[in-house]
DNA sequence: AATGAATGAGGTTTCATTCAT
DNA sequence: GATGAATGAAACCTCATTCAT
């Protein structure tokens, strides 16, 4: 295997990752044929299981790669501007960002990292976690700072930013996607620091 | 059919509705054979056929009937709470406790209230709108009194309060539901109100 | 059981014996479902099951009345009319009267006489085989006494004549039955008595 | 999908069609199953569909390759005979040659151009029209050159011809299509030419 | 490596028939 | 006798996957 070839390989691979995000965004996962994604990047069917042991590990794949690119982008983010508030700011901002330069991308992973199959729902679990201990490590950092307020639970903490990011994604595909995500990253940051209520004496 | 005959009814309608939930948050919606949820609710194959008009006809009613609940619930508990913030308190407890009932209702709503199919995304969406639009009325309510804070977007609001409900519950069901998701109540309505920044001066 | 209740079911076994036709004529054997059948005639499903054996037993009995009609009335016909000429007159014209009351039932029997299933057919040829002695009679008995030409292939002739009716019921009825099939007897007659051929020296 | 591809395909498509035709004179079209015709062709089920779309397209399918032969066999002898009588004698021969050569195909075809299927009985008449615009042709020329008697109706005296040739084919076939049924083309259209009635003065 | 024709297991749905009421 | 809810066998068709070329 030559440097050719594997370019060769490594474009056919990330056409069919393409094609199978484009397919499963209009059809979702079950209904998007093999077949279908493979006729969408160019390539016959039997080629697609060169580069996918099967129609799961597609799936797998196009997860792996996306949460990767938010996990990756995130972090380096975090690492750029480690101070508690900032770093917080840029996980928004990374995933936002990541997510925002493809809705079909974004439907997918919306839809399918809640998977209820117990084999995909373990792995996109270990794909996550590093996302989860960023979120966790900034937390407890601006705890033991002061910049967040007096000693709440973490975990409820970071289901309200998970949660409030992805209803906001959610928002913005299903709307059409028609602004720019990640010039949401300032509103929505600042509603997770201040809450809805009124002003505290 | 007279009154007798649809109570009759009634029963097999729910039983094949509860075995259907059972199916489903084990297996998902396609993985689900109506074969497997006939035999659950002790009935033959073609009576489910005499209940529901098909397959996706079993999922759009249970979700219809979950969500119906959450809405009945979280409306009434408004009704006799009307005050913006209790109204709220009301909404999320009514939220937890519906779903808090049984993991596998709230497995199959979670995971397939996101399905990408455009038919049972429109139903569920439809079916949303008045718990949303409450969620409007109780943050416009309670910027107007004032319990809430200076003028923020709603819209964003409601995304939070939304989707950190949502988050809650996936995170009750993934861990087991092995506690009571409607003491989660109090500590997700603090942190929805004051958020995780430290005091503002 | 007394005189009523056997009026009572003389009138449903023939309620559900023209429903039957009725729907077949619409929707063929195969696409007739007895409920549907069961529907038009007022009865329950279980109901036909009283009168019938089975869903085949209903098609015969509705071939077994129609076909017995045609072979009766032309048998009467002939016996009132034995001259050959005359009785081959009676024949089509008992045939094209019987049919032409009721262009369901002419349906029915035009396309279901060819049924494939062996069995219906056997079933059909007992019933058919009067009506061809019939013919057989009137042409033997039109040779021998000179009425018809020199010597001819009886089975031949009998196949004309017979093809040539059913033909002309076909398109009565494929061209919606909007004129009196009865009416057609003389022409039909003519063309089989004379052929198409010029005139001989 | 080029010509050889093309090529290679005919072999399959035509084994299909052949088994096809095979069930389905046995078994009539809805007691043909598509498992034993994809068994009988030596084919696994699913090849079945990438050949026809559906069960429905087998049978039309069928009907077309047939009547088109018929057609198109009796087309030519007549561009060859063009004179009436010669016509005729070659129309009458075309359709029992063609059908001669295989009593399933002949089954399927009387059997099921009577189909009651709508959909099936349109395109079945489609496909019939260039035939009865021959026999209209040939009658029509006839009547013009003389050499067939006074005007008739041309509708009554092609209903003959075509329910005569009807019935010799269904004669044939239930009888066990153990004779030639070409052979019996003068007989039928010396029979049709001349109708059974007595010399005329 | 790439192809795409072929495979065949498997699931939804229909509907003739039954039987407890 | 009449009902009609329930039954469950049976069949069409789809589509992920394979493998000879």
């Given at each position: 295997?030559?440097?050719?070839?594997?370019?060769?390989?490594?474009?056919?691979?990330?056409?069919?990752?393409?094609?199978?995000?484009?397919v499963m965004?209009?059809?979702?996962?079950?209904?998007a044929?093999?077949?279908?994604?493979?006729?969408?990047?160019?390539?016959?069917?039997?080629?697609?299981?060169?580069?996918?042991?099967?129609?799961?590990?597609?799936?797998?794949?196009?997860?792996?790669?996306?949460?990767?690119?938010?996990?990756?982008?995130?972090?380096?983010?975090?690492?750029?501007h480690?101070?508690?508030?900032?770093?917080?700011?840029?996980?928004?901002?990374?995933?936002?960002?990541?997510?925002?330069?493809?809705?079909?991308?974004?439907?997918?992973?919306?839809?399918?990292?809640?998977?209820?199959?117990?084999?995909?729902?373990?792995?996109?679990?270990?794909?996550?976690?590093?996302?989860?201990?960023?979120?966790?490590?900034?937390?407890?950092?601006?705890?033991?700072?002061?910049?967040?307020?007096?000693?709440?639970?973490?975990?409820?903490?970071?289901?309200?930013?998970?949660?409030?990011?992805?209803?906001?994604?959610?928002?913005?595909?299903?709307?059409?996607?028609?602004?720019?995500?990640?010039?949401?990253?300032?509103?929505?940051?600042?509603?997770?620091?201040?809450?809805?209520?009124?002003?505290?004496?």
């Amino acid at each position: 295997m030559n440097l050719i070839a594997q370019r060769k390989d490594a474009a056919k691979y990330h056409a069919i990752l393409q094609s199978a995000i484009k397919v499963m965004a209009v059809s979702g996962y079950h209904g998007a044929q093999v077949a279908r994604i493979a006729r969408e990047a160019g390539v016959a069917d039997g080629t697609v299981y060169l580069y996918f042991k099967n129609k799961e590990d597609i799936l797998i794949s196009v997860l792996r790669e996306t949460i990767g690119q938010i996990v990756m982008l995130s972090t380096w983010l975090e690492g750029e501007h480690p101070e508690p508030l900032m770093a917080l700011h840029k996980l928004i901002e990374g995933h936002f960002t990541t997510l925002g330069q493809d809705p079909n991308l974004a439907l997918v992973l919306q839809v399918h990292v809640r998977q209820s199959d117990p084999v995909i729902r373990e792995q996109v679990s270990d794909m996550m976690r590093p996302y989860h201990r960023m979120l966790d490590r900034i937390l407890l950092l601006g705890q033991e700072t002061g910049v967040f307020r007096e000693p709440f639970d973490v975990r409820i903490a970071r289901r309200m930013i998970f949660g409030t990011i992805d209803e906001t994604v959610n928002a913005w595909i299903f709307t059409g996607a028609k602004y720019d995500l990640s010039a949401q990253t300032d509103v929505v940051y600042d509603m997770l620091l201040r809450g809805i209520g009124g002003d505290r004496k």
